[in-house]
């Protein structure tokens, strides 16, 4: 009677371990697989359609085309902010909310009004200097990898002498060059990859097709130096 009691409280003893194990494993997994679910959004793509502009041109602009991705595994909302940066400080473009599902991406496009943009290219200097982009994504609550949020493209923007279309700093033939090789083109903003031809910057004005008014600008400023 006694062993018989044993025997079965010995079962019960093991059975109970051997479930309380299961139930830990069980667990154990459970938050290993919670520690391995991240927020992350990232900022992966910066590109500018034109990128010489002229200075004071009066309806100046380019285009900034931003690849965002949510390389976490949670649907995440949040900001993009883009920014230009100069020797003076840092100045706001603009800024959209996104909400991107986990693993999607999506490109954002910015208009960039270039009328007020002091002229940064001087003739003679190597390499000539830009305007800084920045993009920053807003970080997501419990994010980590932050590093990814930012991104900042050097010279992204050269503003020159109208009619510099090389942005060398120096009004010549190799401009009126490249105003011929994109002579009645329209152009339009897209994403990229960006055609070769016909060159955004050939369309001095900024008005949409390249032209007698670009030319003029040229013949305005014809071996101007900036
Ligand atoms: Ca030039
Ligand atoms: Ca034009």
Redesign the pocket.
């Known amino acids: 009677m006694m062993v018989a009691m044993f025997k079965k409280f010995v079962w019960l003893v093991l059975i109970s371990m051997l479930s309380l194990s299961m139930v830990a494993g069980t667990l154990i997994m459970t938050s290993i697989a919670a520690e391995s679910q991240v927020h992350d959004v990232a900022v992966i793509d910066v590109s500018l359609w034109r990128t010489v502009v002229g200075e004071g041109i009066r309806n100046g602009f380019t285009v900034i085309y931003v690849v965002v991705e949510n390389q976490g595994d949670f649907t995440e909302t949040f900001n993009v902010t883009v920014y230009y940066q100069n020797a003076t400080g840092e100045y706001s473009i603009g800024m959209q909310a996104v909400a991107l599902a986990a693993g999607a991406k999506t490109t954002l496009t910015f208009i960039w009004y270039t009328k007020d943009l002091a002229k940064t290219v001087k003739y003679g200097a190597s390499p000539q200097v830009g305007y800084t982009v920045k993009v920053e994504a807003s970080v997501v609550p419990g994010e980590e990898d932050i590093g990814d949020n930012t991104l900042i493209k050097p010279n992204a923007l050269y503003v020159t002498i109208p009619g510099d279309v090389n942005g060398d700093g120096y009004v010549y033939t190799k401009d009126l060059g490249i105003i011929g090789m994109s002579w009645r083109a329209r152009v339009y903003p897209r994403p990229p990859p960006f055609p070769r031809l016909p060159n955004p910057n050939a369309?001095?004005?900024?008005?949409?097709?390249?032209?007698n008014?670009?030319l003029g600008y040229i013949g305005r400023f014809w071996h101007w130096y900036a």
Do not use: H, T
């Open positions: 369309d001095v004005n900024c008005d949409g097709v390249v032209d008014k670009d």
